[in-house]
């Protein structure tokens, strides 16, 4: 079994930066591939990034390619995002999530991950 806590979230200025961290249990962890995911209000939960089990092969959304970087530590069973040139459209609640695939490949597909955290809200303000 796996449990995800998200942290880092807050209120920031457009422009600003904020890194996001996915603090994971679980001896399995640094097996999974990993993602982040993220869902503003009224709207359904997009996928935002993911990378394999180790840190390779990273697949970014085109509204975030350039601006966020994800990342993990396996030593620490830690995963981040760091986000970059924040606009007020990435404001919503950021999922981290895991699949349940022994050195897997990340994928973009919700449907995929078995493992969500409970999500930490970001807030970009104009």
């Known amino acids: 079994q796996v449990q995800l806590v998200e942290s880092g979230g807050g209120l920031v200025q457009a422009g600003e930066s904020l890194r996001l961290s996915c603090a994971a249990s679980?001896?399995?962890?640094?097996?999974?591939?990993v993602g982040w995911f993220r869902q503003a209000p009224g709207k359904e939960r997009e996928f935002v990034a993911t990378?394999?089990?180790?840190?390779?092969?990273?697949i970014y959304a085109d509204s975030v390619k350039g601006r966020f970087t994800i990342s993990r530590d396996n030593a620490r069973n830690t995963v981040y995002l760091q986000m970059s040139t924040l606009q007020p459209e990435d404001t919503a609640v950021y999922y981290c999530?895991?699949?349940?695939?022994?050195?897997?490949?990340?994928?973009?597909?919700?449907?995929?991950?078995?493992?969500w955290g409970q999500g930490t809200q970001v807030t970009v303000s104009s």
């Open positions: 999530a895991a699949r349940l695939s022994y050195y897997g490949t990340g994928t973009t597909r919700i449907r995929d991950y078995d493992y």
């Open positions: 679980g001896r399995t962890f640094s097996t999974f591939p």
């Open positions: 990378m394999n089990w180790n840190g390779g092969t990273p």
